[in-house]
């Protein structure tokens, strides 16, 4: 990567880097443009800049708006006389295409300079002098997608900047719905024309669902101008004004009704979901219990009482039997045959022979009996928790049976079109004709409403089968997607996670990642801390382009300082969990903060200098007072770390 003229950085306005090694890291202050490094290299892929706060609806738009963002973002951070001449070159490889491209800053739909050639050296892209700097990008676009295997460069756009990326704007993938399906039709090794698809079918149902409510909005506002001319003739004898007031009062209170039982269904949902895991652990762990139990036994010798079932213990220890009472003299000979021979002395099975020590089986048999006493205590709270909601859920119920009857009774005891009738007086005519009319607008405007409808719903029913082709291909790919989403998100959080996909139902009901974490559904993000947001984010992230890369080269993911928020602990595990994602030659660029991180110490400790490449921004930028005051607090940082790395590399904890 080559800045040109970026005057940002104001020692060294023109550098090259190279980011040929697994992992890049760029170190330095704050504020001295470490975040604007990884928005550059964005900006001379994609031509734009992933704007904050963005909801992703059409790919296209998103396109526009990132182009659109990426002038506004670098005005300032380069200065006005170098406004013309800043560029930014890139040099990279797609697949087996060596790309050398050349933006200028300020012109996001050109190229100063493209060249593409193969492993070999052959020219599939010569430099064209005689092309406009349009044409070029357009060629550049064009073999992008070649290379790529995707359809459109939008596509292209919305992929490196949604999920290749994690940048100072932290937009979080799994609570995203809407852009996780995106990235699931395009990651899932689908035809891409099905991502093109679902957003052309998106758009139709949107579009006509917007009709719809257009049509019901301009249908509600006819009535309403109903309600005001019956509420004029309500004066010579008609409805009192006052029901109708109260009618709207008692609609609202259905509505509001109507939410509160809906969540408390979710909840009891949820709740069930749970209490069915946990009883099915709870059932393995019996049955482990009970294989344990019967290891035990026969572990046991006839004479040695104490270690059997306590029935058996007590006929050999008193000779009484403790199922029927008898007292015998001494014990029976048939259960001391039976001990002896290895067999069950109550239904004379062989009993397995004994695979551990007695301690063993002894310490085996506590655990298992406090893990069945948690699942049992677990079992019995959610079982509380469903009995709970369940009684909501039905006492809300009623309550909403209630307001529908309410509000059904009082609108069939005051009829208003009747009372329009009932008046006679000459200069009422023209208002009760008003009414008429706009009652019949009603009609038409709720017969235009249903149209779209119908029009919606045949979007959905073209989205289903795309739908079913989505849960095939999450199906095939789970094996390796979710084993290799686990190793780097449990590698960092340290506790047992799983992922499934939620498909949802219709055009409305996206497709997205559900996270499981310690067996608990996390649904909502305040349900995690900030830092194990980011990071299991970045997990996805990896096993995403890992996934996407299969056979196809290395995967490249540029994160942009991800140590805040971070613990000693949890910025050591980051670092394992970056180290392992490049283990197999996947890149990563990254920025850093220069502080006591545990998190470039580590990395350095597993990469080595073979591996890693250390670039201190300091010697980019002029520094702040405060910073070079404290200069010599940076050069120890720098110190530690680069003595990391001259160490040689280290594997998992293992010099």
Known sequence: MTLTSFSLYRVKPTVTVPIDKDVFCLAGANGLGKSTFIAALNYGLTGGVAPPGVRVEQLPKYQRDAAAYGTRYFTGRISELDRESSSVELKFTIGTSQYRIRRRFFSPHELEHLSVTDNDGNALLPHDATLDAEQRNILFQEQLLEDSGLQTFAQFVFMQHFVLSFDEHRHLLFWDTRATELVLYLALGLDPSLAKQVDELRKAAAAAGSQARN?????????????????????HGGVDSAVVDEYRSLQANKERITAERDALRTQLVDAQLEFAESSASL?????????????????????????????????????????????????????????????CPLCAAKLPDAQASPS????????????????????????????????ETRSKQRELAAAITASSGLQERYQLPSAVNEIDA???????????????????LLGRKEEHLQRRAEAIAAYEPIQAALKSAWNAAEAEFVPRFRRLAEEFIGLPLQVTLDAGSGVNGMAHLALSVNSTHRRRAEQLSESQRFFLDIALRMSLAQHMTIGEGPACLLVDTPEGALDIAYEAKAGEMFASFTADGDQLVMTANVNTSQLL???????????????????????????????????????????????????????
Request: aromatic letters at 4%.
């Open 215 to 235: 049509a019901q909005y301009q249908a509600t506002l006819a009535r309403n101008e109903v309600n005001q001319v019956l509420g004029q003739l309500n004066k």
């Open 283 to 343: 059932m393995r762990t019996r049955q482990e219990y009970d294989r344990a139990f019967m290891r035990r036994i026969g572990q046991a010798s006839p004479t040695s009482g104490s270690t059997l079932h306590p029935a058996i213990d007590h006929i050999l220890r008193d000779h009484a039997c403790r199922i029927c009472g008898t007292q015998h003299a001494q014990v029976p000979a048939r259960i001391e045959a039976e001990l002896r021979d290895g067999n």
């Open 360 to 391: 063993d089986s002894q310490s085996a048999l506590v655990r298992l009996d406090a893990e069945m006493a948690s699942f049992t205590e677990k079992t019995g709270s959610l079982s509380r928790t469903i009995e709970r909601l369940d009684q």
């Open 426 to 444: 000459p200069d009422i005519a023209m208002m009760r004709e008003r009414a008429r009319q706009l009652e019949g607008s009603v009609d038409v």
């Open 601 to 655: 110490r580590r990395m350095a400790e597993r990469c080595g200098r073979e591996r890693m490449e250390f670039v201190r921004m300091t010697e980019w930028t002029t520094l702040t007072d405060v910073q070079t005051e404290e200069e010599g607090l940076f050069n120890d940082a720098f110190s530690a770390i680069e003595s990391a790395l001259d160490q040689g590399p280290k594997t998992a904890g293992v010099q």
